[in-house]
């Protein structure tokens, strides 16, 4: 991998790992195209640049993680859905992962879901705190994008409106869940990976973790706002579109390999 590339996957992971649109899938497609999806080194970083972007919501809401002991313990009891079945699943979801027909199929049915989730989900949600009770069945909303191109994002955002709170309440709630989640998910496989990096390696690993945080920010702020005014139907389509691509490619032969 070299600069380049690593500065592309870079801002690919800050655009789409918190949007609703599957961070798994764009790097699929982006390693690919770049020939550099079969190379060890490119799944190490795919991984540790996370981090990058888990930073980015601690700067962008500073002041909400500097709340009372309630606010933590609920990102806790909403985490731990996750970290149980994620354990307990381990190596079901890694086989998985290695199907990117598993992938293409999810975006396209996680589209058609989000274009029609404004409608379906409730008409007139109310500003307020959630409850413990809520936070648990987000973290099991979670759960449900441990399968390979569902989108954490999109999965516990739609959690959360069905709980009743507001796409902007929901939105940045499953921001502060993807910090302790995203977290322990990137350290874990950093721990079974990090032997293999290489002091060369040390550059390029900064170089994509900046990238992806400065992206990242980026990101939030701009999905914050879109999705206030305009929802989550043009985040569908695009799905739909992406999904419908990558069934293409495959049927028609093309290798995409999983990173």
């Not at 992206?215 to 929802?231: D, E, H, K, P, Q």
Request: hydrophobic share 55%; with cysteine; charged share 15%.
């Amino acid at each position: 991998m070299n600069f380049w590339q690593a500065v592309i996957l870079a801002i690919v992971e800050g655009i789409t790992e918190f949007l609703p649109v599957s961070s798994t899938g764009h790097m699929i497609i982006a390693s690919s195209m770049m020939g550099i999806s079969h190379l060890e080194f490119t799944k190490m970083f795919t991984v540790n640049i996370q981090f990058g972007a888990i930073l980015s919501v601690v700067v962008l809401y500073r002041r909400r993680f500097l709340q009372t002991r309630d606010f933590y313990y609920k990102l806790f009891v909403a985490f731990l859905p996750a970290a149980v079945i994620g354990f307990l699943l381990n190596d079901y979801i890694d086989a998985m992962l290695e199907n990117v027909w598993v992938v293409a199929i999810s975006l396209l049915l996680g589209g058609i879901v989000l274009v029609f989730i404004d409608k379906i989900a409730n008409e007139y949600p109310k500003d307020r705190e959630i409850s413990y009770p809520e936070a648990v069945k987000v973290g099991f909303f979670q759960c449900i994008a441990m399968i390979p191109g569902v989108s954490r994002s999109a999965a516990t955002i739609i959690g959360g409106m069905f709980q009743g709170l507001t796409r902007k309440q929901s939105a940045e709630f499953s921001f502060f869940l993807a910090v302790p989640t995203m977290a322990a998910a990137a350290g874990y496989k950093l721990l079974k990976t990090y032997k293999s990096i290489q002091p060369e390696d040390i550059e390029t690993l900064l170089v994509g973790n900046l990238v992806a945080f400065v992206v990242a920010m980026l990101a939030i702020r701009f999905f914050i706002n879109f999705l206030t005014r305009y929802g989550f139907k043009l985040f569908g389509y695009y799905r739909i579109i992406l999904g419908l691509v990558l069934l293409g490619l495959l049927a028609s032969g093309y290798k995409l390999d999983i990173v």
